[in-house]
Nanobody, 124 residues
């Protein structure tokens, strides 16, 4: 079993940057893929970004491509989401998740463990 704890959310102005972190428990962090999702009020949870075990492969939703960067530090059991040029439409609760396998996926149903989420609010 894996426990995921997100941090780094907050209230920022449009055009600002934030870096989210997700710390994972356990000693096998480097063996499974990770992802970030977000959920805005009244909307379904949507894929944001995903990263392979080694960090060599990354995937992004079209809405964040070029602005967000996912990365990981396997020595620290942590995955990051660097968010630049934030827009009001990026406002959501951001969730870290893992497929707990080598599978890198954009599909929510393939993710087995989830964090509790961190709120990101972007004001105009």
């Amino acid at each position: 079993q894996v426990q995921l704890v997100e941090s780094g959310g907050g209230l920022v102005q449009a055009g600002s940057s934030l870096r989210l972190s997700c710390a994972a428990s356990g000693r096998t962090f480097s063996t499974y893929a990770m992802g970030w999702f977000r959920q805005a009020p009244g909307k379904e949870r949507e894929f944001v970004a995903a990263i392979s075990r080694s960090g060599g492969n990354t995937y992004y939703a079209d809405s964040v491509k070029g602005r967000f960067t996912i990365s990981r530090d396997n020595a620290k059991n942590t995955v990051y989401l660097q968010m630049n040029s934030l827009k009001p439409e990026d406002t959501a609760v951001y969730y870290c998740a893992t497929t707990y396998s080598i599978v890198v996926s954009v599909a929510r149903e393939n993710y087995r463990y989830w964090g509790q989420g961190t709120q990101v609010t972007v004001s105009s």
